[in-house]
Nanobody, 120 residues
Framework: QVQLVESGGGLVQPGGSLRLSCAASGSILGIADMAWYRQAPGKERVLVARITSGGTTNLVDSVKGRFTISRDNAKNTVYLQMINLKPEDTAVYYC??????????????WGQGTQVTVSS
């Protein structure tokens, strides 16, 4: 069984910073792409940033220059460093990963989500 557990969300003022973490655990043989999505109230869940196993990153235009995605393959963990946060960044942030296990092969997994609120 595989679990993705996010941490690091919270309430921050505009212009502030947060660092989200997502750790994968279980009978993992390998992890391919890892990503962060977000879902604002009343809106669809959308991709924010993605990182390959080799470290190639992609970020949506609205967060470029403010967010950085990184990963520690030894710890099966992906991070999202967020600076200069804006009220429109308020959302539930979800971790997503393509994980290879002995029993299910390569499958896609979601974390439970962590709330980020940007407000004065």
């Amino acid at each position: 069984q595989v679990q993705l557990v996010e941490s690091g969300g919270g309430l921050v003022q505009p212009g502030g910073s947060l660092r989200l973490s997502c750790a994968a655990s279980g009978s993992i043989l390998g992890i391919a792409d890892m990503a962060w999505y977000r879902q604002a109230p009343g809106k669809e869940r959308v991709l924010v940033a993605r990182i390959t196993s080799g470290g190639t990153t992609n970020l949506v235009d609205s967060v470029k220059g403010r967010f950085t995605i990184s990963r520690d393959n030894a710890k099966n963990t992906v991070y999202l460093q967020m600076i200069n946060l804006k009220p429109e960044d308020t959302a539930v942030y979800y971790c997503n990963a393509d994980i290879v296990t002995r029993w299910r092969g390569r499958s896609n997994y979601w974390g439970q989500g962590t709330q980020v609120t940007v407000s004065s």
